[in-house]
């Protein structure tokens, strides 16, 4: 999912897993941008929604995997 906006334009995924998976669902959103023709800027950003407070078990746990894109000109 790609999201655009006023403030930040984003390319994200929510990702519910053991956070040793998250390199490769980053190089699948990368993979993915680039087929788009999307343009990254800067690199990935994982926010942790729920994780080892939250859940004993790795494969409950949640992160927003995002790649920041260029902002296209006017």
Do not use: W
């Not at 995924?13 to 788009?36: K, N």
Request: aromatic letters at 8%; a positive charge; proline letters at 5%.
């Amino acid at each position: 999912m790609c999201r655009t906006g006023r403030r930040r334009r984003l390319c994200a995924s929510f990702f519910h897993g053991d956070y040793d998976e998250i390199p490769v669902v980053r190089e699948r959103l990368v993979a993915y941008a680039r087929q788009q023709g999307l343009k990254l800027k800067r690199t990935c950003r994982n926010i942790y929604l729920e994780g080892p407070p939250h859940h004993k078990d790795k494969l409950k746990f949640v992160t927003q995997v995002a790649l920041p894109l260029v902002q296209d000109e006017l």
